[in-house]
C-alpha cells in the first residue's frame, strides 16, 4: 500500500502525488566522498579568505596598529567589541555636565547625497567621497590658521592615536585624551578623527557628517581612544571645508574649553562650561599613549597630498 501523507484538511493522499519524483538518497560512498572533498575545500577556501581580508587590511595604509600579520591579528580580536551601528548616537546621561555642546541645530545642515564607504578599525579609512588635492589643502590651511593664533594654545604633534599623521593638541587639556590631542586629518582620503562632546557627536551624526569610531564604546576600550571618538567624513567642496572648521572648532572646545571663534581682540575666553566639562570627565582619560607609545616611525604629515 502507497504511502499516505496527511494535507491540510486531514484527509490522506499518497505520498507520490506530492513528490511524482523518486528521492535520491546518499549511500554511504556518497557520503564519504563528500566529506573528503570538504575536508579539502574548507581549508583552502578559509585560506583564500584569510589572504583577500589581509590584503584589504594592508590596503587602509599606515595607522595606528602596525601593517603585520600580528597586527592583523589584533584588530581581527578587536572586532568582537566593535559597535553593531556607528551610526547610533552616543546616549548623554542625565546627570552629565554640561547637557549641551558647542554646537546649535543651526550650525549644521544635512550633508547632501550619500554615506561614504568607511572600513577598517585601526586604521579606520573612507574608502569613496574622498578630498581631492585642492580641497584637503584647503582644509589643512584653515587649521593651520587656528593654530597659529597663540590665543588658542594649540600645537602641532605627531598624532598619539594614528602614529603616522600629524595630530592638532592642546596644551591646556581638560577633557582628557591621548595627550591632549583634539584632532587629526587623513592625508589618504581627507577624513578625520576626533573627540567630541556627546551631544556635538548626536548632532554630527544625525546631519550625515560621520560616524562613530567602531571601538568607542567606553569602558576597557578606552584604552584605544575616548568613549566620545568619531569620524567626520571628508569635505568635497569648500563649503564643506568650512562646516568641518565648525566641528573641528567644537573638538577644540570639548577638549580644551577654549571657544577659537570667540573674542577677536585680546585673550580668548574659555566656555562657561569649562569647570564642568573638566569635573564630566574627570578619570576618564584614554591611556593610549600609556600603553602603546605616542611615537611613530614615518609621521604622514596633515599636508600630505590627498
Known sequence: MADLVKDSIGLKTPLETLYPFPIPMLS?????????????????????????????FLSLGPGGTPSTPLGYLKIKLLSILCLRDPLRPLPIPPHFRPQKGYLNDGTLLKRPGTKP?????????????????????????????VARDPRNCLLERTSCFEKHSSGLFTSIPITRTCRGEICHAHPSDGSMHMTLHPADAKLVLENGWGERHPLARGGWCRRFVP????????????????????????????????DVNGDEDGPRRKSADVAAVSRAMEGNECWACNAHGCSGSKVEKMTGDA
Open 28 to 56: 554511504e560512498a556518497h557520503i564519504h566522498i563528500f566529506t573528503a572533498v570538504l575536508t579539502l575545500l574548507l581549508p583552502l577556501a578559509t585560506a583564500f579568505y584569510i589572504h583577500y581580508d589581509y590584503r584589504a
Open 117 to 145: 564607504v568607511v572600513q577598517g578599525i585601526a586604521p579606520q579609512r573612507q574608502q569613496t567621497q574622498k578630498s581631492d588635492r585642492i580641497v584637503y589643502a584647503r582644509l589643512v590651511a584653515k587649521i593651520k590658521e
Open 227 to 258: 568613549k566620545e571618538f568619531v569620524l567626520i567624513y571628508a569635505p568635497r567642496d569648500e563649503i564643506e571645508v568650512d562646516i568641518m572648521m565648525r566641528i573641528v572648532a567644537a573638538s577644540i572646545w570639548w577638549v580644551s574649553g577654549i
